[in-house]
């Protein structure tokens, strides 16, 4: 059975850290590019950043460039996402999802539940 | 870079068909094959239910179907049916920013 499972969510106040993890079960891990994508309470999706299968090449949307970074253990099938400095706009459902090609990127398949980083005073 | 643009809501009876645009730029949607399409269901995580612009995933019905002319990619929904009620989102390849989703849409089944 397929299955990503997101944790790490909670409350924190502006200018903390959190450290998000998603751990992967019934797929190749060590053959899929991760990503994070969120999703601001009522709004669209967001692609925020992805790491390629092997490691080699992450990349982020420009307004977490310098603040989030995104990391993956092939060995224990974890992707994680190491969140600092967050703002009151970061607050959203952050979802992982794999990428079946790899490297850059092709489409979204599978997701996981998501988990809810609420930044508020 | 902005969002894909898509209609904020569709609807129609069931039975119908049904066809929500995505329109970006030659940068995205218009230069690459790299398009897909996720449904999603109130509170729940978005499912893959189009790929590389009119590929379907095994277990994806066959009432979905995707096509792209130019910088508009689209999706329509054939004998529309109550469960299909949701939210639709496109997304594609970008020259520059490697993911990028559309505004999403609702579809309402009357």
């Known amino acids: 059975q397929v299955q990503l499972v997101e944790s790490g969510g909670g409350v924190v106040q502006p200018g903390g850290s959190l450290r998000l993890s998603c751990a992967a079960s019934g797929i190749n891990f060590s053959i899929f590019g991760m990503h994070w994508v969120r999703q601001a309470p009522g709004k669209g999706l967001e692609w925020v950043a992805v790491?390629?299968?092997?490691?080699?090449?992450?990349l982020y949307v420009d307004s977490v460039k310098g603040r989030f970074t995104i990391s993956r253990d092939n060995s224990k099938n974890t992707v994680d996402l190491q969140m600092n400095s967050l703002r009151p706009e970061d607050t959203a459902l952050y979802y992982c999802a794999g990428d079946p090609g790899g490297t850059g990127f092709n489409w979204f398949d599978p997701w996981g539940q998501g988990t809810l980083v609420t930044v508020s005073s | 870079q902005s969002a894909l643009t898509q209609p904020a809501s569709v609807s129609g009876s069931p039975g119908q068909s049904i066809t929500i645009s995505c329109t970006g730029t030659s940068s995205d949607v218009g230069g690459y094959n790299y398009v897909s399409w996720y449904q999603q269901h109130s509170g729940k995580a978005p499912k893959l239910i189009i790929y590389e612009v009119s590929n379907r995933p095994s277990g994806v019905s066959n009432r979905f179907s995707g096509s792209k002319s130019g910088n508009t990619a689209s999706l329509t929904i054939s004998g529309l049916q109550p469960e299909d009620e949701a939210d639709y989102h496109c997304?594609?390849?970008?020259?520059?920013?490697?993911?990028?989703f559309g505004s999403g849409t609702k579809v309402t089944v009357l």
């Open positions: 790491i390629w299968y092997d490691g080699r090449k992450k």
């Open positions: 997304s594609s390849y970008t020259r520059s920013t490697v993911g990028i």
